[in-house]
Each structure stands twice: as structure tokens, then as C-alpha cells.
């Protein structure tokens, strides 16, 4: 069957240091892969998604960057974090082709301090 | 105005009420998914339907194309339903690979 992973699931970080989440999928190939965002008191926002190996698509400009340097690895990433970042962060994951079930990893806790 | 809406906001019941929260939309979808977030922040996802209704133990979701509207049932509460339940679409026409969240409601089970 098919799993995500998400780490670390929690972290406080200060302002200005480097920032780097991990997911990876097992179970399946060529996934859909997305980081998401939700901030206190607002609905999820995705930030990322991938349909492939070094494609990533960027829903929102901001200071994060994503990377998925295997099949089902992505990472996120930032090299000066901000407090804005502070956030709860999530990992998915769908099939390639028409409308699927979503997956959601367990989500990570960032506060940036 | 979002193009998901979902309410209420909030709600709180006592154990064993019959429980609805609705989800509306204002675009085209091609689908529409009922997620569950628990209070740890892990999200599960309860349905995916594109027409009629969908049973899942206690659970029912319905959607009505033409009205944009979806509703998520919970029949003989419990407080271990307590959560915040999320709504959201997959647009039509647009990238299969993107949703549009709603921004959940918190139902509170009492015992």
C-alpha cells in the first residue's frame, strides 16, 4: 500500500536561517507531489506541485523553493526564513491522471522565531 | 469572495446529533473532496465524489452539480468526530493537479 512520510514534524527555526522539510512516497510511482501551507487561521494554500522529476510549479511567490531530485522525494526549502513562514506545512501526494484521491503527509509544525 | 465556502464556521453538538456542514462553490468542478484534519494537524481524506452521494460508515457526503452545493453528514455523533472538516474542488477546465480549499469548520463533539 501506499505511504507518505513528512519530516521533521516539528522545528523552531530564527529568523534568517535555512529551512529544508522533506517528504518522500512510497507504495507508488510517478506521483503528483505538493507542499501545502496553512497558517493560523487560514485555509490550506498550496505552495508547490510536481507532476516529474525537476518540475516544479510555484503557486505563490515567497522565499521558499522546492525541489524533487527523485521520483517520489520532495523537498522545501529556504535559505532565509522569515517570521511570516511560521506556519504548518503539508506534503501530498495524487495519482498522475484524472481526478484522484488526495494523500496528505502528517505535517510538519514550523515556528520561526 | 472565496470560491469555496464552507459552514459553519464552527460547530458544536452533543454526542449522538445528526451533523451537517455544507461546502458551496462558485466554479466549474470536476471533483470535490471532504478531508478531515484532526487536532495533531494530520489530515485524512473522507470522500472524493463527482455526483450523487457517498457512504462511509457514519459518514455521508452528498453533492448537487447544478447548485454548487456539497454537504457532509455525520449521523450519531461522536465525540471522537471532533475535528476540523475541510471542503475543496477540483476546478474544471483548469489543472487537474490543483485544489481549492475551503477554510474548514471545527465540529466539537460534547459528551
Known amino acids: 500500500s501506499q505511504t507518505i512520510h513528512q519530516w521533521p514534524a516539528t522545528l523552531v527555526q530564527p529568523v534568517g536561517s535555512p529551512l529544508s522539510l522533506e517528504c518522500t512516497v512510497e507504495?507508488?510511482?510517478?506521483?503528483?507531489l505538493y507542499w501545502y501551507r496553512q497558517a493560523a487561521g487560514r485555509g490550506l494554500q498550496l505552495l508547490f506541485y510536481?507532476?516529474?522529476?525537476?518540475?516544479i510549479s510555484s503557486e505563490v511567490p515567497q522565499n521558499l523553493s522546492a525541489s524533487r531530485p527523485q521520483d517520489r522525494q520532495f523537498i522545501l526549502s529556504s535559505k532565509k526564513l522569515l517570521l511570516s513562514d511560521s506556519g504548518f506545512y503539508l506534503c501530498?501526494?495524487?495519482?498522475?491522471?484524472?481526478?484522484?484521491?488526495?494523500?496528505f503527509g502528517e505535517g510538519s509544525w514550523l515556528t520561526v522565531v | 469572495k472565496n470560491e469555496v465556502e464552507q459552514s459553519p464556521q464552527n460547530l458544536t453538538a452533543q454526542e449522538g446529533e445528526f451533523i451537517t456542514i455544507n461546502c458551496s462553490y462558485s466554479?466549474?468542478?470536476?471533483?470535490l473532496h471532504w478531508l478531515q484534519q484532526h487536532p495533531g494537524g494530520g489530515i485524512v481524506s473522507l470522500f472524493m465524489?463527482?455526483?450523487g452521494k457517498k457512504k462511509h460508515g457514519r459518514l455521508i457526503a452528498t453533492i448537487n452539480i447544478q447548485e454548487k452545493h456539497s454537504s457532509l453528514h455525520i449521523t450519531a455523533s461522536h465525540p471522537r468526530d471532533s475535528a476540523v472538516y475541510i471542503c475543496?474542488?477540483?476546478?474544471?477546465?483548469?489543472?487537474?493537479?490543483?485544489?481549492?480549499f475551503g477554510k474548514g469548520t471545527l465540529l466539537t463533539v460534547n459528551p
Open positions: 501530498a501526494w495524487s495519482q498522475v491522471t484524472g481526478k484522484n484521491t488526495i494523500y
Open positions: 510536481s507532476i516529474g522529476i525537476d518540475q
Open positions: 466554479v466549474g468542478i470536476s471533483a
Open positions: 507504495g507508488t510511482s510517478n506521483p503528483n
Open positions: 465524489l463527482s455526483s
Open positions: 475543496a474542488v477540483n476546478s474544471r477546465g483548469g489543472s487537474n493537479y490543483k485544489l481549492t
